[in-house]
């Protein structure tokens, strides 16, 4: 059985010897090195862009906006943003023009050459603030995406409610830190216009250069390269580097590489949004959450990006994992004059499951609760609803996961030894948090129903099979669970198993590797794909015994040059159904369920605080590799860690100014507690084996369950992420009244 | 860019009085920060890694601890006779950087370098370290503590290269130092501070806290009177006259401020409710 095996990382001993060649490794001859000539300021009119006389500039390939084959157009969701800013600037380091030349120090210097008046024009830094009219970039009021999801008749409740209770909760962007930063290769082979490079959705890369270019699909090949860490970081935006690869190496008539550095991967590319949660709740004396009105608003930076589905996800996750009959969640996203935001990990869930679960423990504090008590008397149970009205079926048992992870914690004694130890010491203080949260595995509502996946397993002549998918491995484990899962369906170790590099001249479209999609949705069709391919086998003969192996050389041997391939294509259960205009109905097919506690330490000397010790507890279906998926949680929790007490990503005009590890801190290895993971494993009816999405999930509760125990610690009421020592003095001087 | 590469100590400081544009390099940690993006067409570096048998020696005399200019962080780390009566040094070096930088990062370096975060720098001037000077023209000492003249400026001609740095050996009974960063390893200094207690009297040195890594004399006077303090607001009181920290990237000068007060005010040797 090789699900829920440790097969060690497919893709491990290339990446341990240093074999695996990343973009930046690909040699090829006469490349070009393409950099980008990037708007000054954070919003305004092009006046001109001058090129100074002092530089030889025949020697350069430069393209602006006027050398698009298609639309100025960069396709997303929307088309609002161009490829090539041709007359306005929308944020500080917008593209406006690049540049190609044989070697990466000249192409470097000629930069500082480039020149770009810009007209000013005022700029929105802030998504709350009033509009005037010459303020309005988007629509007829700057709003990206507007969502309302209603339950019952929450205004009625508050009326009569023993308790009402309000809050707001503040979270920052987060940047992505991937070790390898963006980078693309673009070349003309066989007619085609090759890309190869860093990405998450070769086929989102593809249909961006389609329409860029106005040309057919055929007339590209997108190719994934090893991938160095994506996060959603390599979600939309490779989608606009491989469009500028591809238009210089068209000018040019030679291969062209971007590869950024460090600096300009952090100031120029997209981070996790920021946002602005208002909770008010009513409660009954008993402590039962009544009613729920939630505002969720974020800044969407200045083009739509993926903002309405950032949105989606955050507002449908908002209410938590809570059952209350009375629920109104209005979101909106708004346009700024800031990069971009676009895709993170967790995709708007961490920041609204923040609010929520400081909220509660909010809640326990007035109600004069245990918050694990709280909980307790309000977690889900079978038969309860979600805020969309989605029945919640799962076998799960949430009281006892949280129990559970409260055990595992030592919640109980923890408690009481930290009140001993808080009145005694002159200046530590220790506290035990933790929050209760979900996350919805694959495209959120009818998203799966139109990306249609297809996946193919092919009977290769020598009796192993290829998997055959667009699922990128990012460092994640894609490709190894892939193999696990086919091997397993068709009854063959791992080793007979091999999975096609994402190039789209030979995998078809199975959807983005995105929203903790891959293993369940994609993992699932890679079952039906193998069932397929083991129909025709059996149509094809009986033979008892054989070996899968065996039956598959005997169908080459007996149809020379040609192709056994089993097929799958999505197709949307008839259980699930969603409404999309009213926001009601199944969000998701299955979510995966977790609670996390994290006791931490914090230093009144320095107000630095650091986390001691942290469980994480998760319900995620079947565990198809178990060191993989506890590496998916360790990392999380490490990159949750992180966005709650030291990534501050500090804004100057909109753009990242503080674009240098130095300065951007993500937590070490010093920093970070020993992560105990355990996994509780409830089969999903949807999932390969009853597997469900983990991808996302770990990042959706440090951030509460480490803010928590701060607060348990200090007594400071935290209600804004990142906190750094600096934000918990100013609240400690604020709420003591000194320093 | 151009490099020189002496292989002694008297040819390297004659390149140095020939050229005074000459940029000596030991470690290279500080140099190479960023060194894509730095202009480089007019760089002239004086390449001292061939100098290990003048400068690299490190040694306990009757009188002091010597550290040659070469001595790096490891080498520190990993010579037991500093441990006993220079834990300080010990204890800033493990909290530079990380492994990688400490093996290669020079003492005499990060002097030079004269940024007022630096981490050896307030260890060695709270154990009255001198800089010792060489030139063509002939040596000098210049105490560590009066090294600094302005941010990003010291004593040192263009035409002298460090070639030591000594600290006199003495009874001392309180020792401490405490570094401030944005997280366990790898991070440059919000705000640090070193403190020792021996004959000559007490020493207070705080980094990241000014334009350059200072004493604060005000502090020194305060314990040496046999303050007191009821709360860390008297100890700041009397450090902010010491001090001009400011807000940047990296944190504010309240923070600055409120912090090094704090870590005093709780400091084990420091009298008070604090240590009741
Ligand atoms: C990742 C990283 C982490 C770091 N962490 C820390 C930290 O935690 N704390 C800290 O304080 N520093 C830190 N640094 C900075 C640096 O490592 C130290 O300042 C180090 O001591 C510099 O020594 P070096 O020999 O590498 O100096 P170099 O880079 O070789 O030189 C630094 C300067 O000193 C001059 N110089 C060197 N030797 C002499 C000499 N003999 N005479 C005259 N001038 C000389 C050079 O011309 C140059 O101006 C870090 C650096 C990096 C890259």
Known sequence: MSIGADIPRLDGAAKLLGTAAFVDDERIAGVLHGVTIRSPVARGRIRAIRFDPSIDWSQFTIVDHRDLPGPNQLRLIDVDMPVLAATEVRYKHEPIALIAHRSPRAVREALHAVHVDVDPLPPVFDPRTPLTPELIQYGADNVFKRIDIRKGDPAAVFASAAYVIEGEYVTGAQEHVYLETNGMLAFHADNRLVVRGSMQCPYYVLDALTHAFARPRDAFRVVQTPVGGGFGGKEDFPSLLAVHAALLAEKAGRPVKFVYDRQEDMAVTPKRHPARIRHRTAADRDGRLLAMEVSVLMDGGAYVTLSPVVLSRGTIHAAGPYRCEHIHIHGETRLTNSTPYGAFRGFGAPQTLFAIERHMDVIADRLGLDPAELRRRNLLKPGDTLATGQVFRDDTDLVALLDNALMHADYTKKKSEHAGFNAQHGYMRRGIGFACFQHGSGFTGAGETYLASEVWVEGLPDGRVEVQTAQTDMGQGTTTILAQIAADRLGVSTDAVCVAQPDTSRVPNSGPTVASRTAMVVGRLVEQACDDLAAQLGAFAAQGTASPGERIRDWHARRPGTTLRGRARYVKPDTIQWDEKHYRGDAYAGFAWAVHVAEVEVDLRTFATRVTDYVALQEIGRVVNPTLARGQVQGGVAQGIGWALYEKVALEDGAMKNAQMTNYIIPGCADLPPIRVFFDEQPSPYGPRGAKGIGELPIDGPAPAVINAVCRATRAVVREIPMTPEDLMELHSRQHGRH | ?276
């Open chain 2, 1 to 276: 860019m151009r490099v020189l590469t002496p292989h002694c100590l008297s040819e390297a400081l004659d390149l140095l009085a020939g050229d005074a544009t000459l940029t000596p390099v030991a470690g290279g940690t500080d140099l190479l920060v960023s060194w894509p993006h730095r202009p480089k067409d007019n760089l002239s570096l004086l390449d001292l890694s061939r100098l290990h048998a003048e400068l690299a020696p490190m040694r306990m005399t009757d009188g002091h601890l010597e550290l040659g200019a070469l001595t790096t962080y490891w080498d520190v780390i990993t010579y037991a006779p500093i441990a006993g009566e220079f834990p300080l040094l010990i204890d800033a070096a493990r909290q530079v950087g990380a492994i990688q930088i400490q093996t290669r990062g020079t003492w005499a370096g990060n002097v030079a370098n004269a940024s007022p975060a630096a981490d050896g720098v307030p260890v060695m001037i709270a154990y009255d370290a001198e800089v010792v000077l060489g030139s063509r023209r002939g040596r000098r000492t210049v105490p560590l503590c009066d090294y600094y003249t302005g941010y990003k400026q010291t004593r040192r001609a263009a035409d002298e290269l460090i070639l030591a740095i000594r600290l006199p050996r003495q009874r001392r009974d309180v020792h401490w130092f405490h570094k401030v960063g944005a997280r366990q390893a790898q991070a440059i200094t919000k705000v640090g501070v070193a403190v020792v207690h021996g004959e000559a009297g007490w020493r207070v040195v705080a980094n990241s806290v000014a334009p350059f890594v200072c004493r604060c004399r005000n502090m020194e006077a305060a314990l040496e009177s046999g303050l007191h303090p009821t709360g860390p607001e008297e100890l700041r009181a009397i450090v902010v006259r010491d001090i001009s920290p400011i807000d940047d990237l990296r944190s504010t000068a309240d923070y600055r401020l409120n912090v090094l007060a704090r870590l005093l005010y709780f400091a084990p040797f420091m009298p008070g409710p604090a240590n009741a």
